[in-house]
């Protein structure tokens, strides 16, 4: 039995997300839960509400037990960038480059069985 669950539109570039969560992939939930409260990222405080709500879904439509659930893993994916076009960064030389607003989209999946 497998229960996912997934952030869209996550204002964070995927890059800063990816560091907390190869942290906590494989492992107990109630393990990687107090894993993350000690991370001092602002990624790990949504990392916790997403795999909440994977552990809520697992419990409430599969039945399963919530300790005995694994991460079975936590994909980031790259989402859509915003592109300021009016608002740019001043660089070298008298150059400007223009802001970029990334995101990212999250995909925590748990399970039952370690495999």
């Known amino acids: 039995m497998e229960a996912i669950s997934i952030i869209k539109h996550l204002r964070m570039p995927a890059r800063k997300v990816r560091v907390v969560a190869k942290a906590v992939e494989k492992r107990k939930v109630a393990d990687a839960m107090d894993r993350l409260r000690f991370i001092p990222k602002n990624a790990s405080q949504h990392l916790i509400k997403a795999i909440k709500s994977a552990v809520a879904n697992a419990t409430k439509n ?5 300790d005995a ?6 994909r980031v994916d790259h989402g859509p960038t915003l592109k300021y076009a009016r608002r740019f960064m001043p660089r070298a030389m008298g150059r400007a480059a223009k802001i ?5 989209h999250v995909e925590v999946t748990v399970t039952d069985n370690k495999k």
């Open 62 to 66: 599969y039945g399963a037990d919530a």
């Open 69 to 74: 659930l694994f991460i079975k893993g936590i």
């Open 100 to 104: 970029n607003k990334r995101s990212c």
